[in-house]
């Protein structure tokens, strides 16, 4: 293991059929997704991603970039664009509690891929209310600008737990290199002070790293990629480059044990050791989950796909063995992040990293859904399910479409994940309107054939119960 997977991008022809098209929005134009296998017993809640790709430019830009949330069958339910999904991009999408409410957490800001750049991430986190306003951004202290694009975790108490490159000289043999030191940073998210700070260089040597070194540019011999809370309240972090999980004293800074690597403080049973993973995570039951990017099939040094991986860990008899262990379906080998979730039912849920896809698997390894975005050049860091509802304060849109065939309305709502149906209003007059047609909610853009003809359209999003939630504008109808 001397080099990390790779995974090289496919030669497709792109097209706009890569993405959705909504005549009530047409300024939202997110990817298409593909479902192979239809949900079929998953886990309540919503798909988190953030489309974009890598190192992938094209005129017009393969994707929007921003934060987006889907439903099982990949319909758009919230779309936030920020971006082309090339320079501008956000990454690590998801719901998390900040002061006792829910709110949505990313990272925003420009990544460089340059291996001459010791830090190719510029950027940092940004909170968002139920509302989709943004409230808030997490930045490093201590006088670094930028915060890395991996992971931020909200802890109970109103802090961040974040990642933070910052480059270093240090001598190696007889050479002084330039090295990327990863440090982890608690910061207090209302008065940005810092409260905790780890440096791996201080704890780590160079020598522990999996990743071949280049005097030519800046080392990055660590690598971390997730960061989280334990249940005692110390600290596991993902270490791709040496292919280590550490759990960190929160109060020292000391390394407690390490799981995974050259210097394992752990046993593993037959298949439980991992490689270049990502997102180390403990689960609910006390078992830690890892998203495994590469492992080794047997003796002949061939490449299995990629897995999700969840691991008994023995921290008194030192051993590790596997509790659950979930292959890519499709084959696919992620070179570089992806995720694993075990979600509350027992379902684990899957984003295959540099591939555009997800999976979500039964407790005993069944696939329930696997999903991806129809362009393969377009991926997510992660992707993650939750359960969420939004409740956006602006109004519904609305768009009327004439023709020989009469009068088509549609309608959406960016956002709204209470509405079950949709009334329709209609009239030659914008300021006499009247109800011309009641239909259920169908995607993210509901259409709806009137049988006359007008020249002004209005819809009302209507909740379970038929009680209004919002009242678009009054839009001129268009001839299509």
Known sequence: MTSPPASAAPAVSTSQDDLLHFVSRPDLQPPRITVRTAAGGTAPGYIFLAPKTDGVSADPPLTQGGPEIVDDEGNPVWFGPRGDGTNLRTAAFQPQIYRGRPVLTWWEGYSIPDPKLGNPYFGNWVIMDQSYHVIGTVKPGNGLPYSDVHDMQITPWNTALILVNQQKTVQVGDDRQTVVDNLIQE???????????????????????????NPEIPYHFLHLN????????????????????????????DIIWRLGGKNSDFTFEDGASFAWQHDARRVANGTISVFDNTTTANATGVDAPSRALVLNVDPRHRTVSVARSYPSPDGLLSGSQGSTQVLADGNTFVGWGSHGYWTEFSADGKVLLDASFANPLVSSYRALRFTWRGEPDDRPAVAGRSSANGLTVYASWNGATDVAAWRVLAGDSAE???????????????????????????????????????????AAVKAS
């Open 187 to 213: 910061v207090d998210i209302a008065s940005g002070r810092v409260l905790f700070q780890w440096s791996g260089l201080d704890h780590i040597p160079l020598s522990e790293s999996c990743y071949p070194r």
């Open 226 to 253: 997730s960061v989280s809370l334990d249940r005692d309240g110390n600290i596991l972090a993902s270490a791709r480059h040496t292919s280590t999980v550490y759990k960190i004293d929160r109060k020292t800074g």
């Open 432 to 474: 006499r309107l009247r109800r011309v047609a009641e239909v259920p909610r169908r995607g993210f853009e509901t259409s709806a054939a009137v049988g006359r003809r007008a020249r002004y359209v209005a819809v009302q999003a209507l909740d379970a119960r038929g009680r209004v939630l919002g009242t678009s504008a009054t």
